[in-house]
């Protein structure tokens, strides 16, 4: 369970502490989706900034149950300085005004994905258009997009960036969240071009830390995770051959940041940890080597695997254009690893 007090976060916390929040001092400032990893660990931050130099941002979280951010968040409830809104993004957001709105709501589980995908496609895309209607009925008020680098699709490239344009089926049932990604990012587009919203989107990659969900999520870092810290063998549902890069949440979280402060109008940038590639059986076994007795074992594959994963052969994301805004991954996936694990005892 995640808790702003435990010794993990808290070391996190003061490492976001470094970045520069100046441009927040006194906002007015939204986060959706705040009971995802991602959105509690940014909430977090601005708190702490609260804490630790008088930042004074005025914070609100929305949470579709009341019951999950009361879990998620505690006594944090209780601050004047936070405010939980308890609505499904879906429906118009009337609450406000904003002068910053981070719109990270939405599932990307694969197990919702297989199983609602007519509601992963509903909250990516009029959850987008009303967080955008929303800021647009108060012109400067700034948003933050949370997209996927999923929307890049299958490419020739051998290195994804900004403006690389690739191809999706997307009558596969697969596909409706990438393509509902997709479709948000061009909303987004035209409300900065029709009404002036500025807009910061991020493409981010294979993220994870304390505070992800291990039940039941469907991902591959989740459900090893899930088994280490539940004491069980670590089990792949395949031989382990597929390659992936992970980037630890402090530094996704410094990249958001990092992006959105550099953007002033219009920007759009991937943030990935692709220092570190690994296969899936080498995860597993990094994982299995955090906790006594893990080993790995194997099973067969659910037998959703075909409608939930991403069946696109992996490219390495560029960071270029973050990097040279001064951001570069720290943590190493070994570390974060151990790290994500420390925080669940």
């Given at each position: 369970?995640?808790?702003?007090?435990?010794?993990?976060?808290?070391?996190?916390?003061?490492?976001?502490?470094?970045?520069?929040?100046?441009?927040?001092?006194?906002?007015?400032?939204?986060?959706?989706g705040v009971t995802g990893m991602l959105a509690t660990y940014l909430a977090c931050a601005f708190l702490y900034m609260n804490d630790k130099c008088g930042l004074g941002v005025g914070l609100t979280g929305l949470a579709r149950h009341r019951e999950k951010a009361e879990m998620r968040f505690g006594a944090l409830l209780e601050r004047p300085d936070f405010t939980l809104l308890t609505q499904d993004v879906t429906e118009p957001l009337t609450a406000g005004p904003f002068d910053v709105i981070f719109h990270l709501a939405g599932s990307a589980s694969a197990r919702a994905i297989a199983s609602?995908?007519?509601?992963?496609?509903?909250?990516?895309?009029?959850?987008?258009?009303?967080?955008?209607?929303?800021?647009?009925?108060?012109?400067?008020?700034?948003?933050?997009?949370?997209?996927?680098?999923?929307?890049?699709?299958?490419?020739?490239?051998?290195?994804?960036?900004?403006?690389t344009l690739g191809t999706l089926d997307m009558?596969?049932?697969?596909?409706?969240?990438?393509?509902?990604?997709?479709?948000?990012?061009?909303?987004?587009?035209v409300y900065h071009q029709e009404f002036g919203v500025p807009v910061c989107i991020a493409r981010i990659a294979h993220s994870y830390g304390p505070g992800m969900q291990l039940a039941g999520d469907g991902r591959v870092m989740a459900d090893l995770l899930g088994n280490a810290s539940r004491g069980e063998d670590i089990v792949l549902h395949s031989d382990g051959s597929a390659r992936r890069a992970f980037c630890y949440l402090t530094d996704t979280v410094a990249g958001i940041l990092t992006a959105f402060t550099h953007t002033e109008g219009?920007?759009?940038?991937?943030?990935?940890?692709?220092?570190?590639?690994?296969?899936?059986?080498?995860?597993?076994?990094l994982a299995a080597g955090c906790v006594p007795g893990g080993h790995v074992t194997y099973a067969a594959p659910p037998a959703d695997s075909a409608r939930a994963y991403f069946n696109v052969p992996r490219v390495r994301l560029s960071t270029e254009k973050l990097e040279a805004l001064g951001w570069r991954p720290q943590v190493k996936l070994r570390e974060g690893v151990a790290r994500t694990l420390k925080s669940l005892l």
């Open positions: 369970m995640f808790s702003y007090d435990n010794q993990v976060v808290r070391e996190d916390m003061e490492r976001l502490s470094a970045l520069d929040f100046k441009p927040f001092r006194g906002r007015r400032v939204l986060v959706t609602a995908p007519v509601d992963v496609i509903t909250a990516n895309v009029l959850g987008t258009k009303n967080v955008l209607e929303a800021a647009a009925r108060r012109p400067g008020t700034k948003v933050f997009f949370a997209s996927t680098r999923e929307v890049y699709g299958r490419s020739e490239e051998t290195v994804l960036r900004e403006e009558l596969l049932p697969r596909s409706c969240y990438p393509e509902s990604k997709r479709m948000a990012e061009n909303l987004c587009a219009w920007g759009v940038f991937n943030i990935a940890n692709e220092t570190e590639e690994i296969s899936v059986r080498e995860l597993a076994e």
